[in-house]
């Protein structure tokens, strides 16, 4: 069975850092796509980034580009988040995510129905 476990949200101030992690048991990883999404209360998901395992090719949503960075631990299973120059608008319940479809493109990393499993969620609060 699939897990995912996340770690290392928390409250920051704006202009801060932040750095996520997700440990995926249960798999081996070679043929996972792999990613972050975001939401808020009464909003939509919203795809934060994601990347390829095997090879390593990111997707980033361009509201997160330039700041924030996905970097995966091969041996150890592990895909982390780094954020940094965090504003305002980046608090978030935000979800790892892992699923195993066909075809890697930004519009096919985007979509959240493609990715069948994802962690519990951990908060980033970024505050004045």
């Known amino acids: 069975q699939v897990q995912l476990v996340e770690s290392g949200g928390g409250r920051v101030q704006d202009g801060g850092s932040l750095r996520l992690a997700c440990i995926l048991t249960?798999?081996?990883?070679?043929?996972?796509?792999m990613g972050w999404f975001r939401q808020t209360p009464g909003a939509e998901r919203e795809f934060v980034g994601a990347?390829?395992?095997?090879?390593?090719?990111?997707y980033y949503a361009r509201s997160v580009e330039g700041r924030f960075t996905i970097s995966r631990d091969v041996a150890k299973n592990a895909m982390y988040l780094e954020m940094n120059s965090l504003k305002s608008d980046d608090t978030a319940a935000y979800y790892c995510?892992?699923?195993?479809?066909?075809?890697?493109?930004?519009?096919?990393?985007?979509?959240?129905?493609?990715?069948?499993?994802w962690g519990q969620g951990t908060q980033v609060t970024v505050s004045p």
């Open positions: 995510v892992a699923g195993t479809f066909r075809y890697w493109n930004f519009g096919t990393a985007g979509n959240p129905d493609n990715y069948a499993y």
């Open positions: 249960g798999r081996t990883l070679n043929e996972y796509k």
């Open positions: 990347i390829l395992w095997n090879d390593g090719l990111p």
